[in-house]
């Protein structure tokens, strides 16, 4: 049966942002993306407005089709691999969030969840990509930046420059029931969101500092890009300041913008009390140099090296994390509070 464009539009403007029109159109795996990223934060749902046509006829035209292109490889979207490469750090960071708690997150949990984004954006329309080769990519990365958040944006490259390479139009399959369709997608949307509801509802107090921390991490990113990290933060905190422009001073009594704006005011707080218990397991006061803080850093990593502590392995052991964390924290250039506003 053709699918109608009248039809298509009224899904799209109904329920688009949880991916209705794509149900309707065949595209399960964008209507995916959309339910999980909510029409892809809102911008992705309105650029589609003038997409919709192509996607119409490009389903149409696959019914009419009775085998897909063989030997002939999609043109390189640099659309798509952005995509990709954000899906995949969203994904990461929702694991990060979520299932950091887990044994071996950093080598199994973190490149597992990354990879399943990058292919769930090459897997959009009438594409896909090589399921073992983007995984293994990612899979391979994560050692190398291991026990560290930012190892989401390099699994998150290494996997979409996989993807990428392995490209390929989908195969035609017969078509399925929409039961079967819409109970296959329940279970990937149960999948993504079940643990971090779990992780919310059940361990509040940890997931927050989850949050917390994660987000802390995210903004670091961009801490030798102060432009760039200033044009993150204002976006952010956008939803915060439409809410202000439209209510003014009284639309503040809104709980949910008031527990969304203590949570980024915890955020920095929770950064600086990392600062402030890093200098305490180096033994400085707050405000040390950088030669100050390697130097100490030098000098605590030989006494409490597991090596020449044979007799206390544990407690030496404990000591030289907590050593190599501080280090890290104090290593991240920190900004000036002003700028945080």
């Known amino acids: 049966m053709a699918k109608g464009l009248l039809v298509t539009y009224a899904l799209w403007a109904v329920g688009g942002p949880a991916g209705l029109h794509h149900l309707y159109l065949g595209r399960d795996s964008h209507a995916l993306l959309w339910m999980l990223t909510l029409g892809g934060g809102g911008l992705g749902w309105l650029w589609e407005f003038w997409k919709l046509p192509s996607f119409v006829a490009q389903a149409n035209r ?22 990709q490469v954000i899906v995949g750090i969203y994904f990461g960071l929702v694991a990060l969030i979520s299932l950091s708690s887990m044994v071996n997150f950093y080598i199994v949990a973190l490149p597992l969840a990354v ?12 594409q896909t990509s090589d399921f073992k080769n983007t995984l293994g990519a990612a899979f391979l990365t994560s050692p190398i930046f291991y ?33 079967v369709r819409l109970y296959r997608l329940g279970l990937a949307y149960l999948a993504f969101t079940g643990p971090l509801a779990y992780s919310a509802l059940c361990n509040t107090a940890a997931t927050l500092s989850y949050v917390a921390e994660t987000f802390g991490s995210f903004l ?17 905190l956008l939803p915060y300041r439409i809410w202000r422009l ?25 950064q600086d009390e990392k600062r402030q218990l890093a200098y305490q397991v180096l033994g400085l006061s707050e405000g040390a140099t950088n030669e100050e803080i390697h130097r100490s850093y030098r000098e605590l990593v030989k006494v409490w090296h597991p090596d020449h502590n044979l007799d206390q392995t544990e ?24 700028s945080r506003r």
């Open 220 to 236: 670091n990113w961009f801490s030798f890009f102060p432009l760039l990290g200033r044009l993150m933060e204002f976006v952010l």
């Open 62 to 83: 696959a019914q009419g089709q009775r085998q897909s292109p063989r030997g002939v490889t999609p043109p390189l979207s640099p659309i798509r691999f952005a995509a």
């Open 147 to 179: 026990g560290r958040p930012i190892a989401i944006l390099p699994i998150s490259v290494a996997a979409s420059i996989t993807a990428q390479k392995h490209r390929r139009y989908k195969a035609l399959v017969a078509s399925e029931p929409l039961s």
């Open 246 to 270: 439209l209510m003014g001073e009284t639309g503040f009594n809104s709980s949910y913008f008031q527990e969304w704006a203590k949570l980024y005011e915890f955020v920095h707080s929770f």
């Open 115 to 126: 990879g399943l984004g990058v292919l769930l954006v090459a897997a959009v329309g009438n």
């Open 315 to 338: 407690e030496a052991q404990r000591h030289f994390l907590e050593i190599q964390a501080a280090y890290e924290v104090l290593s991240q250039p920190r900004k000036p509070r002003g």
